[in-house]
């Protein structure tokens, strides 16, 4: 009975991430960035990760971006309040816990970058089919041209 309800609660859930439907803006909440974290933890970091604070607002050069005060102990990761798609927001937000993940994990700000600790996750990620770039933004086409599957994703949590 619970896997019924997980299938249908995933079922539900992709409805709103149809890959067949490229041109469609995705206008995310902080509601659907909470539940693709999950989702990703769990698929990508074995639910290890703490639960995150999100904002959703428009930002400026680029999708997303990841902020973390050692001082205070606090953090939040940005969203942009619109993508062209719902693969490029999925995209997004799995570079940005790669930050989250950085920032857990180290001593100093300075080690939460595109250096080796980022590229270490290439491999996990492409096994999930999943992109990882520097910036999402600088090969957009990616998304569209790939097979990006979120279902394949989602589904490995079932």
Not at 53 to 72: A, E, T
Not at 75 to 90: G, T, W
Not at 103 to 108: F, N, Q, V
Request: contains cysteine; positive net charge.
């Amino acid at each position: 009975m619970v896997a019924n309800l997980e299938i249908k609660s995933v079922a539900r859930f992709m409805r709103s991430y149809d890959p067949a439907d490229q041109d469609t803006d995705f206008i995310p909440s902080k509601s659907d960035c909470k539940r693709t974290y999950d989702k990703l933890n769990e698929v990508i970091w074995g639910g290890r990760l703490p639960p995150a604070k999100f904002s959703v607002r428009q930002l400026r050069g680029c999708w997303g971006s990841f902020v973390g005060d050692r001082k205070k102990n606090k953090h939040v990761i940005n969203m942009c309040k619109r993508y062209p798609n719902a693969q490029l927001f999925v995209g997004t937000l799995a570079h940005e816990m790669i930050h989250y993940w950085q920032w857990l994990h180290s001593e100093t700000d300075r080690e939460v970058n595109h250096g080796k600790t980022f590229w270490q996750w290439k491999k996990k990620f492409a096994q999930h089919n999943l992109p990882l770039q520097e910036r999402g933004g600088e090969n957009m086409n990616w998304y569209a041209s790939r097979n990006f599957d979120l279902l394949s994703i989602y589904q490995k949590t079932i």
